[in-house]
Protein backbone atom coordinates (compact mmCIF):
# COMPACT_ATOMS: atom_id res chain seq x y z
CA UNK A 1 0.00 0.00 0.00
CA UNK A 2 1.42 3.73 -1.02
CA UNK A 3 -0.27 4.56 2.83
CA UNK A 4 2.68 2.50 4.12
CA UNK A 5 5.54 4.80 2.67
CA UNK A 6 3.76 7.97 2.62
CA UNK A 7 4.03 6.86 6.69
CA UNK A 8 7.62 6.12 6.41
CA UNK A 9 8.05 8.99 4.13
CA UNK A 10 6.73 11.33 6.86
CA UNK A 11 8.31 9.93 9.71
CA UNK A 12 11.47 10.51 7.46
CA UNK A 13 11.06 14.35 7.41
CA UNK A 14 10.44 14.25 11.23
CA UNK A 15 13.54 12.67 11.67
CA UNK A 16 15.80 14.97 9.46
CA UNK A 17 14.01 17.89 11.82
CA UNK A 18 15.16 16.25 15.38
CA UNK A 19 18.65 15.25 13.87
CA UNK A 20 19.39 18.84 12.54
CA UNK A 21 17.72 21.00 14.77
CA UNK A 22 16.59 19.95 18.08
CA UNK A 23 15.13 23.80 18.38
CA UNK A 24 13.04 23.85 15.70
CA UNK A 25 11.68 20.32 16.37
CA UNK A 26 10.81 21.45 19.77
CA UNK A 27 8.87 24.31 18.04
CA UNK A 28 7.09 22.20 16.22
CA UNK A 29 5.99 20.35 18.53
CA UNK A 30 3.89 23.71 19.64
CA UNK A 31 1.88 23.82 16.81
CA UNK A 32 -1.66 21.77 15.92
CA UNK A 33 -1.15 18.34 15.11
CA UNK A 34 -2.93 18.66 11.88
CA UNK A 35 -0.12 20.99 10.74
CA UNK A 36 3.16 19.38 12.07
CA UNK A 37 3.93 16.48 9.62
CA UNK A 38 3.74 19.57 6.59
CA UNK A 39 6.31 21.66 8.60
CA UNK A 40 8.11 19.03 8.95
CA UNK A 41 8.30 18.51 5.61
CA UNK A 42 9.37 21.91 4.71
CA UNK A 43 11.86 21.40 6.74
CA UNK A 44 13.34 18.25 5.64
CA UNK A 45 13.19 19.57 2.12
CA UNK A 46 15.48 22.59 2.93
CA UNK A 47 17.47 20.90 5.27
CA UNK A 48 18.88 18.48 2.50
CA UNK A 49 19.22 21.48 -0.43
CA UNK A 50 21.28 23.31 2.31
CA UNK A 51 23.48 20.37 3.11
CA UNK A 52 24.15 19.71 -0.56
CA UNK A 53 25.53 23.25 -0.65
CA UNK A 54 27.39 23.68 3.08
CA UNK A 55 28.95 20.05 3.59
CA UNK A 56 29.00 17.88 0.24
CA UNK A 57 32.55 19.14 -0.06
CA UNK A 58 34.14 16.01 -1.60
CA UNK A 59 31.65 15.99 -4.62
CA UNK A 60 30.36 18.12 -7.45
CA UNK A 61 27.60 20.25 -5.35
CA UNK A 62 26.36 21.63 -8.67
CA UNK A 63 25.37 18.22 -10.34
CA UNK A 64 24.14 17.26 -6.88
CA UNK A 65 21.77 20.88 -6.56
CA UNK A 66 21.13 20.75 -10.12
CA UNK A 67 19.31 16.93 -9.36
CA UNK A 68 17.66 17.52 -6.35
CA UNK A 69 15.75 20.31 -7.68
CA UNK A 70 14.63 18.65 -11.03
CA UNK A 71 13.58 15.88 -8.88
CA UNK A 72 12.03 18.13 -6.81
CA UNK A 73 9.37 20.06 -9.64
CA UNK A 74 9.13 16.26 -11.23
CA UNK A 75 8.28 14.99 -7.62
CA UNK A 76 5.67 17.99 -7.10
CA UNK A 77 4.44 16.92 -11.03
CA UNK A 78 3.94 13.76 -10.52
CA UNK A 79 2.08 13.31 -7.27
CA UNK A 80 4.90 11.02 -5.89
CA UNK A 81 8.83 10.21 -5.08
CA UNK A 82 10.87 7.81 -4.22
CA UNK A 83 12.78 9.75 -2.35
CA UNK A 84 10.96 10.09 1.27
CA UNK A 85 11.73 13.55 2.10
CA UNK A 86 10.68 15.03 -1.31
CA UNK A 87 7.54 12.48 -1.66
CA UNK A 88 6.79 14.15 2.02
CA UNK A 89 7.59 18.00 0.52
CA UNK A 90 5.66 17.20 -3.03
CA UNK A 91 2.68 16.17 -0.90
CA UNK A 92 2.43 19.22 1.09
CA UNK A 93 2.84 21.59 -1.53
CA UNK A 94 0.41 19.83 -3.50
CA UNK A 95 -2.22 20.45 -0.23
CA UNK A 96 -1.95 23.95 0.42
CA UNK A 97 -0.93 24.63 -3.32
CA UNK A 98 2.36 26.63 -2.30
CA UNK A 99 3.46 28.83 -4.84
CA UNK A 100 6.07 27.07 -7.46
CA UNK A 101 8.27 30.68 -7.66
CA UNK A 102 9.09 30.15 -3.90
CA UNK A 103 10.70 27.10 -4.53
CA UNK A 104 12.47 28.66 -7.52
CA UNK A 105 13.45 31.58 -5.57
CA UNK A 106 14.79 29.33 -2.99
CA UNK A 107 16.87 27.23 -5.06
CA UNK A 108 18.33 30.29 -6.83
CA UNK A 109 19.50 31.19 -2.85
CA UNK A 110 21.21 27.77 -2.69
CA UNK A 111 22.57 28.07 -6.33
CA UNK A 112 23.98 31.04 -4.89
CA UNK A 113 26.38 29.55 -2.30
CA UNK A 114 28.00 27.70 -4.94
CA UNK A 115 30.77 30.12 -5.45
CA UNK A 116 31.71 32.99 -3.58
CA UNK A 117 29.29 36.01 -3.76
CA UNK A 118 30.81 39.95 -3.34
CA UNK A 119 27.37 40.79 -1.74
CA UNK A 120 25.79 44.47 -2.55
CA UNK A 121 22.22 45.04 -1.08
CA UNK A 122 20.32 43.86 -4.30
CA UNK A 123 22.51 40.23 -4.06
CA UNK A 124 22.11 40.59 -0.06
CA UNK A 125 18.01 41.11 -0.35
CA UNK A 126 17.69 38.76 -3.06
CA UNK A 127 19.69 36.19 -0.88
CA UNK A 128 17.38 36.49 2.46
CA UNK A 129 14.39 36.28 0.08
CA UNK A 130 14.98 32.88 -1.37
CA UNK A 131 17.17 31.53 1.77
CA UNK A 132 14.60 32.46 4.38
CA UNK A 133 11.49 34.99 3.37
CA UNK A 134 10.42 32.60 1.09
CA UNK A 135 10.42 29.06 3.61
CA UNK A 136 8.70 30.80 6.43
CA UNK A 137 5.88 32.08 3.47
CA UNK A 138 5.66 28.41 2.94
CA UNK A 139 4.78 27.51 6.02
CA UNK A 140 2.69 30.69 6.22
CA UNK A 141 0.47 28.69 4.05
CA UNK A 142 0.47 25.52 5.55
CA UNK A 143 -0.13 27.65 9.17
CA UNK A 144 -3.41 29.56 7.15
CA UNK A 145 -4.73 26.15 5.64
CA UNK A 146 -4.04 27.22 2.38
CA UNK A 147 -6.22 30.15 2.37
CA UNK A 148 -5.02 32.98 0.20
CA UNK A 149 -6.85 35.74 1.57
CA UNK A 150 -5.43 34.93 5.27
CA UNK A 151 -2.12 34.34 3.20
CA UNK A 152 -1.69 38.04 1.49
CA UNK A 153 -2.72 39.81 4.63
CA UNK A 154 0.17 38.03 7.05
CA UNK A 155 2.92 37.71 4.27
CA UNK A 156 4.65 40.96 4.71
CA UNK A 157 5.13 40.06 8.36
CA UNK A 158 6.50 36.17 7.19
CA UNK A 159 8.93 38.05 5.42
CA UNK A 160 10.01 40.00 8.07
CA UNK A 161 10.25 37.25 10.91
CA UNK A 162 12.43 35.11 7.88
CA UNK A 163 14.77 38.07 7.53
CA UNK A 164 15.27 38.64 10.95
CA UNK A 165 16.18 35.10 11.43
CA UNK A 166 18.42 34.55 8.63
CA UNK A 167 20.37 37.80 9.64
CA UNK A 168 21.05 35.99 12.96
CA UNK A 169 21.85 33.35 11.68
CA UNK A 170 24.50 34.90 9.37
CA UNK A 171 26.04 36.44 13.07
CA UNK A 172 25.48 33.59 14.60
CA UNK A 173 27.35 31.54 11.52
CA UNK A 174 30.07 33.93 11.19
CA UNK A 175 33.05 31.87 11.80
CA UNK A 176 31.99 28.66 9.69
CA UNK A 177 30.65 30.88 7.16
CA UNK A 178 33.68 33.00 7.17
CA UNK A 179 36.79 30.66 7.82
CA UNK A 180 35.31 26.98 6.35
CA UNK A 181 33.24 28.16 3.47
CA UNK A 182 34.55 32.37 2.49
CA UNK A 183 31.03 33.44 2.75
CA UNK A 184 30.53 36.72 4.03
CA UNK A 185 26.76 37.73 2.74
CA UNK A 186 26.45 41.44 4.78
CA UNK A 187 26.97 43.84 2.04
CA UNK A 188 29.41 47.19 2.71
CA UNK A 189 31.74 45.83 4.65
CA UNK A 190 35.09 46.75 4.18
CA UNK A 191 37.85 45.07 3.34
CA UNK A 192 39.40 45.52 7.66
CA UNK A 193 36.61 43.17 8.29
CA UNK A 194 32.73 44.01 10.11
CA UNK A 195 33.60 46.55 12.23
CA UNK A 196 31.26 47.06 15.78
CA UNK A 197 29.37 50.28 14.01
CA UNK A 198 28.46 47.53 11.20
CA UNK A 199 26.91 44.75 13.48
CA UNK A 200 25.33 47.41 15.49
CA UNK A 201 23.37 48.66 12.17
CA UNK A 202 22.60 45.03 11.67
CA UNK A 203 21.20 44.22 15.09
CA UNK A 204 18.81 47.48 14.81
CA UNK A 205 17.64 46.02 11.76
CA UNK A 206 16.62 42.92 13.15
CA UNK A 207 15.15 44.44 16.13
CA UNK A 208 12.89 46.49 13.31
CA UNK A 209 12.03 43.40 11.94
CA UNK A 210 11.14 41.59 15.08
CA UNK A 211 8.92 44.86 16.07
CA UNK A 212 7.16 44.59 12.57
CA UNK A 213 6.78 40.58 12.47
CA UNK A 214 5.85 40.49 15.83
CA UNK A 215 2.39 42.01 15.01
CA UNK A 216 1.56 39.09 12.61
CA UNK A 217 2.66 36.77 14.99
CA UNK A 218 -0.40 37.91 16.99
CA UNK A 219 -2.59 37.78 13.85
CA UNK A 220 -1.66 33.82 13.27
CA UNK A 221 -4.55 31.13 13.64
CA UNK A 222 -4.58 29.57 17.48
CA UNK A 223 -3.32 26.21 15.96
CA UNK A 224 0.54 28.39 14.69
CA UNK A 225 0.51 31.49 16.76
CA UNK A 226 2.31 29.53 20.02
CA UNK A 227 5.12 27.24 17.72
CA UNK A 228 5.76 30.48 16.32
CA UNK A 229 5.80 32.66 18.98
CA UNK A 230 8.34 29.96 20.78
CA UNK A 231 10.80 30.40 17.74
CA UNK A 232 10.36 34.23 18.04
CA UNK A 233 11.30 34.22 21.36
CA UNK A 234 14.18 31.59 21.09
CA UNK A 235 15.55 33.72 17.93
CA UNK A 236 15.17 37.37 20.41
CA UNK A 237 16.95 35.64 23.00
CA UNK A 238 19.80 34.73 20.32
CA UNK A 239 20.23 38.60 19.25
CA UNK A 240 20.26 39.41 22.60
CA UNK A 241 23.50 37.48 23.46
CA UNK A 242 24.99 38.06 19.84
CA UNK A 243 24.55 41.65 21.08
CA UNK A 244 26.85 41.08 23.96
CA UNK A 245 29.54 39.67 21.80
CA UNK A 246 32.70 41.22 19.83
CA UNK A 247 33.23 40.68 16.16
CA UNK A 248 35.75 38.60 17.54
CA UNK A 249 33.59 36.59 19.63
CA UNK A 250 31.44 36.17 16.31
CA UNK A 251 34.64 34.93 14.66
CA UNK A 252 35.89 32.56 16.80
CA UNK A 253 32.72 30.81 18.72
CA UNK A 254 28.99 30.11 17.15
CA UNK A 255 26.41 31.96 19.82
CA UNK A 256 24.02 29.02 21.24
CA UNK A 257 21.39 28.80 24.16
CA UNK A 258 21.60 26.07 26.17
CA UNK A 259 19.19 23.22 26.32
CA UNK A 260 18.07 24.15 29.89
CA UNK A 261 17.25 27.93 29.05
CA UNK A 262 15.81 26.73 25.92
CA UNK A 263 13.16 24.61 28.05
CA UNK A 264 13.10 27.33 30.48
CA UNK A 265 11.91 29.97 27.30
CA UNK A 266 9.60 27.62 25.79
CA UNK A 267 7.50 27.09 29.20
CA UNK A 268 7.34 31.18 29.72
CA UNK A 269 6.12 30.93 26.20
CA UNK A 270 3.40 28.72 27.03
CA UNK A 271 2.64 30.29 29.99
CA UNK A 272 2.51 33.87 28.49
CA UNK A 273 0.36 32.92 25.25
CA UNK A 274 -2.38 30.40 28.02
CA UNK A 275 -2.79 32.97 30.67
CA UNK A 276 -1.80 36.29 28.94
CA UNK A 277 -2.18 35.80 25.26
CA UNK A 278 0.52 37.46 23.34
Do not use: W
Amino acid sequence: MKQLFDDYSREASIAVTKKYSTSFYKGVSFLDKKIRDDVHAVYGFVRFADEIVDSFHDFDKSVLLAEFKAETFLAIERKISLNPILNSFQRSVNKYSIDHDLILAFFHSMEMDLNPVKYDDMKYDEYIFGSAEVVGLMCLKIFVYGSEEEYQKLKPYAKKLGSAFQKINFLRDLKDDFNNLGRLYFPHIGEGGMSHQDKLTIELEIEEEFREAFVGIKMLPKSSRLGVYVSYVYYTKLLAKIKRKTINDLMTERIRISNEKKLILMCQSYLKNSFNGL
